[in-house]
Structures are given as structure tokens and as C-alpha cells.
């Protein structure tokens, strides 16, 4: 599969994936200003930091879709990118068994009416798969085109070199927060229980919070793989680069 195509696939499934949730996102964010006009200071800061992570992975696909010179990336990336496909492969299919198991479909959405709820939290699911499987297609495609290690030159557009730098910059911070998450959850779970416990509730299940953390760092960290390996590709290249320059 070509790397082009596949990013132009990933780009167009990520940015459909995020119309619902970030529509939602901005009605919810709009009821609380409502509500509580002194919170807005910190609500509106939070909604453009929101948008704007949001759309720095359809900001790579599209970046590495837009690079015209072919993409041979080095042959001990591979298995990396194999092995990130197949592992969100799994997890997509499990998460989208329990969803089908919990009756997920039917949860409400501000969008519309109680009828069509179901409706259109289902597009919401569909169209979210169908970025990961997007994600999915673009690993693969790094797996399928590779080059041997002597032909270490990747040359990519100054778009997708500036893109992918930022990328892999927020991302690296993205990930460390989400694995502190997997660490503190038991702190977390503490605190939960007891809320819980005080409200008259039943409290949440440990077991499944800490799948639930696993599972976040474990997707975020498949969607990290493709900038990771562009970026590191790319320094690499410069790097061969320069200790050609050198011994010349």
C-alpha cells in the first residue's frame, strides 16, 4: 500500500471522527458558560487547547499525504510499525466488542433528541473506527515500504518536517501524563470509592480503571508510532547526511 494514499485515508477518517465529538464538546462548554458566566476565563483557554490537539494528527496525515517525494523508511522500522498495527488491531476489536455488549450505541447526545440519540452516537462509534482502522492502514503501509539501511536518504517536505517535530514534542508530553494515569490509579481509585461511598453510590471497579488507563496509553501510543518513526527517519537521514559531508 502507498504511504500517500493511506495518509490521505487516515486524514479523512481523523477529521470526520472528530466532528460529533468536538460539536458535543462545544455545546457542552457552551451550557457551563451559560450557567456559570465567571468560569468562562478558563472554559474558552481550555476548548482551543482542546481543538487544537485535536487536530494535530489530521494535521501530520495530511502533511505526510502532501509530501510528493516517495517515502522509503528504514528497514529496522518495520517491525515497530507491524507490531503497533497489529496491537491496535487488537484493542479496536475488543473495545468495539464491549461496546456492542454494553449497549453503548444508545448513550444521548446533545446533538439531538432522545429518538435519534442512538443514531447518532453510533455514527460517532462507526466514524471513530473507522479513523483508528485509518491509523491502522498507514502503519501497515510503513511496513510494507521500507528500504535497506545503506540507502538512508528520506527526503520529506519542510510542512511535514515542522508538522511531525510538533507532533512528537506534544505527543511524548501526552503520553507521560497518560502513563502517570496508569501509575496514580490506584490513589485515584481510593478517592473515587470513597466519593462514591459518601454519595450513596457503588463504587467503581478497580480492575476495570486500570484497563481503562492501560487501553488510553496503549491506543495513544499505536498513534504515536507513525511521527515517531517520520521523525526519527528523517534524523537519521540528516545525520547520514552530515557524516557523508564529513568524510567527503
Not at 468560569?39 to 510528493?68: C, G, H, K, Q
Not at 456492542?100 to 435519534?116: F, I, K
Not at 473507522?130 to 510494507?144: H, N, P, S, Y
Amino acid at each position: 500500500m502507498d504511504i500517500r494514499k493511506a495518509a490521505l485515508v487516515a486524514f479523512i477518517a481523523a477529521v470526520l471522527s472528530l466532528v460529533i465529538p468536538l460539536w458535543n464538546a462545544m455545546q457542552q462548554m457552551r451550557a457551563i458558560t451559560s450557567s456559570h458566566p465567571g468560569w468562562t476565563l478558563w472554559v474558552i483557554p481550555v476548548a482551543v487547547l482542546v481543538t487544537l490537539f485535536s487536530a494535530l494528527m489530521p494535521a501530520f496525515y495530511f502533511a505526510l499525504y502532501r509530501t510528493e517525494s516517495p517515502l522509503r523508511l528504514p528497514r529496522h522500522f518495520r517491525s515497530l510499525s507491524l507490531t503497533a498495527a497489529l496491537v491496535f488491531s487488537i484493542f479496536m476489536a475488543v473495545e468495539f466488542y464491549q461496546v456492542a455488549r454494553s449497549g453503548a450505541w444508545g448513550r444521548t447526545s446533545v446533538l439531538t433528541g432522545a429518538s435519534d440519540a442512538w443514531n447518532m452516537n453510533r455514527v460517532s462509534i462507526l466514524l471513530g473506527a473507522f479513523a483508528d482502522l485509518g491509523c491502522v492502514l498507514l502503519l501497515f503501509a510503513f511496513f510494507q515500504n521500507s528500504r535497506d539501511e545503506s540507502d538512508a536518504e528520506l527526503s520529506v517536505s519542510t510542512l511535514l518536517a515542522r508538522v511531525t517535530d510538533v507532533v512528537v514534542k506534544v505527543w511524548v508530553v501526552w503520553l507521560a501524563i497518560n502513563l502517570l494515569r496508569v501509575i496514580m490509579m490506584p490513589v485515584i481509585y481510593v478517592q473515587l470509592r470513597d466519593y462514591a461511598l459518601r454519595a450513596g453510590g457503588n463504587p467503581p471497579e478497580l480492575s476495570a480503571m486500570i484497563f481503562d488507563a492501560i487501553r488510553m496509553l496503549t491506543v495513544q501510543s499505536c498513534l504515536f508510532i507513525a511521527p515517531f518513526v517520520v521523525y526519527r527517519s528523517r534524523h537519521a537521514s540528516k545525520r547520514h547526511e552530515h557524516e557523508q559531508a564529513q568524510e567527503g
